[in-house]
Every structure is written in C-alpha cells, then in structure tokens.
C-alpha cells in the first residue's frame, strides 16, 4: 500500500490558508495533521480547536488530530471529531489510556497512540484491541525543525514486526518529526505507512507547495514494489 501523506498545519502560512488548502486538495492529501499542544506535556503551546472547526469549513479533508497535552481525554469533547478522522493521544500523557481510545473510537474516528523516543514498543501490547494507528515520534515532541532522532529507524522496523507477530499487522504506523525526502525513504523501507510533512520536506518560504507535496508522494512511493 503507498504512504500517506498528512502535513503539519502548524507549519503552515496561515496568511495563505485557503492557497494551502487549494494545493493539498489537488494533491491528494490523505490527512491534515493537526497539532495541540498545552505548554504542559510539551514545552510549547499551537493550535486549538476553533482551528480545527475552520479548517471543517474548508475542506474535507480528513483531519490528523495530536493531542500533545496532559490528560487528554479530558478534551476530547472541545475538538468537532468526525468519522474518518485520526485522533492520536500519548502513552505517556493519558492516565486511563483504553478508555480513551474507546471514547475516540466512539466518536467514529480512528484510534492512535503516540509513542515518544524512549517510549518501548510493548506499552501498546494490552492496547492493540483498540487501536487502528501507532504513531511513533521521531523527534521529542514539542518544536517544528528538530533533527531526527536516529534510534527511531529502528523503532518503526522494530514496531512493524512486532504488530505482525502479535496478529495486528493491519495497524498503520503513522512518523512525525524530520520528516525530510530523504528520512521518508528510510522510513517507508521500515514499515511506515503515513507521514507528517513539515518544515523538512513540503513547508519552505516562497516554493511551490504542490510542486514539493508531489516530490514527496514521490519519495514515499519510489521504493514500494
């Protein structure tokens, strides 16, 4: 199956909002990745919901939903979810996680876990029931333009493998973080299936967004057989 593409909106130029809409319509995007950070879990703050809910306006894309903040099924309810959306919360963040990802579940969307670096594999292992996507962080959460952490290749070949062997092999694994053309290549020889564009890849001052989404559709599928 080809990679998906899901690119950072936090990136973005939000003077340009409508522009960028109208180019990763036309290029096809899977997902809009959107991140929510609460300076808590992450030493930053982003976007929010009445960005979500104008982004609804927008498009139909489908919306990539990171919730980077403590306790987040205490938020759920904020954020206008619909069916077909991802809407990814952390291992480490969320203190009654299986319930959590049954509450997103419920809502019609698809269930993630996010995985930090240090973060082991096996904390998904009583977890997989519930889940459609694993997103593994490549960088520490928190900052666009971080450079990769290189363990992390490791980790999504490491992760493929073990949802085979657990019987979940149709569990998508989802990367965000340096996510150059380049590291896309390495990624997607490792078994993952969605990535998060950003400052890396199709998000550079005065270039052609198109241009660079499709070189990047490029770079995820030059390898698949």
Do not use: W
């Not at 980790?155 to 092999?169: D, Q, S």
């Not at 990535?195 to 599928?221: M, P, Q, W």
């Amino acid at each position: 199956m080809a990679g998906k593409i899901s690119p950072s909106m936090m990136c973005a130029d939000f003077r340009r909002l409508e522009q960028t809409i109208g180019a990763f319509e036309q290029a096809g995007v899977e997902y809009l990745h959107i991140d929510i950070m609460d300076g808590r879990f992450v030493p930053n703050f982003t976007l929010g919901p009445d960005f979500v809910r104008t982004l609804r306006e927008m498009t139909a894309i489908p919306i990539d939903l990171h919730l980077m903040v403590e306790r987040p099924e205490d938020h759920l309810h904020l954020f206008p979810i619909q069916p077909g959306d991802i809407v990814s919360v952390h291992q480490e963040a969320s203190v009654h996680l299986q319930r959590t990802l049954q509450e997103i579940r419920s809502r019609g969307a698809r269930p993630s876990v996010a995985l930090n670096p240090a973060t082991p594999i096996y904390t998904v292992d009583d977890i997989l029931d519930d889940l459609d996507v694993v997103l593994v962080m490549t960088v520490n959460p928190g900052f666009a333009g971080q450079k990769l952490v290189p363990a992390t290749l490791r980790k999504i070949a490491n992760m493929k493998r073990h949802l085979a062997e657990m019987g979940y092999g149709g569990v998508e694994i989802e990367v965000d973080g340096n996510i150059s053309y380049e590291n896309a290549v390495k990624m997607q020889a490792a078994g993952a299936d969605i990535f998060v564009a950003g400052t890396s890849s199709i998000f550079k001052k005065d270039a052609d967004l198109l241009e660079l989404t499709e070189k990047f559709r490029a770079s995820i599928t030059s390898s698949i057989a």
